[in-house]
């Protein structure tokens, strides 16, 4: 059991570091700025549900690396599939997908009135 809950350890963590890449860019390696929304809302890709897409050059791809949901509710007002928002981005096209090595969206600058 003991053994268990070492290996269980162990590959967590080295999951959680794994996922803490996509937030750090690679200094050697231009930024580019993209659209970034849901592929089916927002850019009519032909998907069954709400998957992460950019689109650079025109042309829409579906992310890997990170997630519609790793980004907040994709379903609030500025989310995902109700808007298309700016990101910061590395990574490269391969099989036609976005395979992303860094992805940061933009600061909304957009105000929320709070009500009394």
Request: net charge positive.
């Amino acid at each position: 059991m003991k053994h268990f809950f070492c290996l269980l350890l162990l590959s967590t963590t080295g999951y959680c570091l794994q996922a803490q890449n996509i937030h750090v860019p690679d200094t050697t390696k231009k930024i580019q700025w993209v659209q970034a929304a849901c592929g089916k809302c927002q850019f009519n890709m032909p998907d069954d549900d709400c998957l992460l897409a950019v689109r650079i050059n025109g042309k829409a791809y579906h992310v890997t690396g990170t997630s519609i949901d790793d980004h907040g509710d994709a379903h609030a007002k500025n989310g995902f599939c109700n808007a298309i928002r700016k990101a910061a981005v590395q990574g490269e096209i391969k099989n036609n997908e976005f395979e992303a090595t860094y992805f940061k969206l933009a600061v909304n600058k957009t105000k929320s009135k709070i009500k009394h």
